[in-house]
């Protein structure tokens, strides 16, 4: 399952590199719904079954080591195959709301799951 996250930004600026703080978010969210799912989760050496995609931002300026968000809003993407990771992501994020990097919050407007990508396996290209 892929969810699709809308927040909301207002000409703040961001780490070039805060992919640390996207992890971070996630796992913050995970216990926030379910702390043992989290710790559990994150203290496991195994494969974590999610992933989560670069900010996209519409219209940006890098300056220096930052990016400067210069749309009103942004989008991130988080996929799991795992409904339990799903469910309590889902969970955290309603009850937070919001996107912490660095010292700004950027509040989540809107939460969309999108359909699944079917594969068709391809013979005989």
């Known amino acids: 399952m892929q969810l699709k996250l809308k927040l909301q ?6 780490p070039i590199n805060y992919q640390h703080f996207l992890s971070s978010a996630i796992y913050n969210y995970l216990a926030t719904a379910d702390i043992k799912f989290s710790s559990d989760l994150h203290e496991s050496k195994n494969f974590k079954f999610f992933t989560f995609s670069w900010l996209q931002f519409p219209r940006k300026k890098i300056i220096n080591s930052s990016i400067k968000i210069l ?6 993407y ?48």
């Open 9 to 14: 930004a207002q000409q703040q600026t961001v």
């Open 71 to 76: 749309s009103p809003e942004f989008f991130w």
């Open 78 to 125: 988080i996929s799991s195959p795992w409904n339990e990771f799903v469910q309590n992501l889902v969970n955290g994020l309603l009850e937070l709301g919001g996107l912490r990097i660095g010292q700004y919050t950027f509040p989540i407007t809107q939460t969309e799951t999108l359909p699944d990508v079917i594969l068709i396996e391809a013979k005989n290209l």
